[in-house]
């Protein structure tokens, strides 16, 4: 396996660390978490984001849980497990990643329960956490291989928010195919949208891929619009945090306009996710739920405010865009086509079709 571009999290037994994107660029810093409760914290500070990465994290969250609860009686040690899957799943609503890998958890705590022995289930619950770390890290270079096919010679790219290996275990998602195309020797370059209000695009994509050699430009979430309308774009690659069976999907705000842009102009706009981010038993977007972050997000930049004290500020952090506008989806099943009903059911897993 190749090294991914970065490591967000690592799983070390006792705790896991990661980067604390926070302090991104400015610091490259770690923070090691020793409790669901620590992992919950950091998922709602966005210390770590991107849909992938919060199902990881939470995953270890809940064995890092199993691992601290001594106890030997079964009633208390998998209350206090169940207790943890239930604190992590309300750290954010949007993203599916995190309702998959906290059911994934819950299954694997569920076939243990036959011997009723917490050691049988620490055992179970740890090893599927890195499970999910390792599948994510395969996903991330099958949907980078097939991204890439993508990526011409001389290409410019647009992308949103931050997608890459910093969301993920490594490899990331949108981000993906522009490493595997970047290791083939292909040159081209990358307009990264800002991402009011936090900034995951200037602060991280910029970060990601100038740190890997690959040619980025940040620009204002607005100018994307004329940036395409002039000709300057050939190719959009975003990320997604729920898709639902008829192909809307759920991404950082302001990914719906882009997309529109996208299709006046006539420019391919793929998604690339894993189909973690499938939610199978949601038909339409509108049903997605949206979170709602603080104001303070847009009130002040760096802890300055930013706005007259006493006007309101209104932060949904995620939007949805019909369908009717993608060309595609880059998932590790390959590229998903219109009619996207029937092509995502297809690639509907087993474990989707039980739950
Ligand atoms: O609020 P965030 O930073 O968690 O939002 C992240 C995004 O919207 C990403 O585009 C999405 O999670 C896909 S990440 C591979």
């Known amino acids: 396996m190749p090294e991914p571009p970065v490591k967000p999290i690592e799983w070390l037994e006792d705790h896991i660390r990661i980067i604390d994107q926070r302090k991104l660029p400015a610091t490259e810093s770690y923070l090691d ?22 199902g990881i994290a939470a995953a270890m969250g809940v064995a890092l849980e199993a691992c601290n609860s ?38 694997s705590m ?23 770390f390792r599948e994510d890290l395969e996903t991330g270079m099958s949907m980078g291989r097939t991204g890439a096919d993508l990526i011409k010679e001389g290409h410019t790219l647009l992308t949103h928010c ?16 522009m490493y595997f195309a970047h290791s083939e020797g292909r040159r081209f370059s990358v307009y990264a949208d800002e991402t009011r209000p936090l900034l995951q ?7 990601e891929l100038a740190r890997a050699g690959i040619e980025v430009t940040v620009i204002c979430d607005s100018a994307c ?8 774009v050939d190719l959009i ?32 706009f793929y998604v690339v996710a894993p189909t973690s981010s499938i939610d199978f038993q949601l038909e339409r977007g509108d049903d997605i739920p949206i979170e709602e972050r603080d104001s303070d997000e847009i009130t002040h930049l760096s802890g300055v405010r930013v706005m007259p004290a006493g006007v309101a500020a209104y932060n949904p952090a995620f939007d949805v865009t019909p369908a009717e506008v993608v ?13 996207f009903k029937e092509n995502l059911n297809r690639i509907r897993p087993e474990a989707a079709q039980r739950r």
């Open 162 to 177: 931050n997608a890459g290996g910093l969301a993920t275990s490594g490899f990331g998602t949108a981000l993906a195919p």
């Open 33 to 54: 978490l020793k409790t669901a409760g620590e992992v919950a914290d950091a998922i709602t500070d966005m210390a770590l984001r991107g849909a992938p990465l919060i």
């Open 201 to 207: 695009g200037a602060r991280l994509t910029a970060w």
């Open 327 to 339: 060309t595609g989806f880059i998932t590790e099943r390959g590229l998903i086509g219109p009619p």
């Open 110 to 132: 569920e076939k243990a329960a036959t011997t009723r022995s917490p050691q049988d289930c620490r055992d179970a619950v740890v090893a599927e956490a890195v499970r999910i």
């Open 70 to 107: 001594a106890c030997d009686d079964w009633e208390v040690f998998s209350g206090r497990v169940a207790d943890a899957i239930d604190l992590l799943s309300s750290t954010r609503p949007t993203a599916s990643n995190l309702f998959w890998a906290l059911r994934r958890m819950r299954r």
């Open 225 to 232: 619009h004329l940036i395409m309308a002039r000709g300057r």
């Open 237 to 268: 690659l975003v990320g997604a945090d729920r898709i639902t069976l008829s192909g809307d999907f759920a991404n950082k705000v302001g990914t719906l306009g882009v997309a529109l842009s996208a299709r006046r102009n006539g420019i391919p």
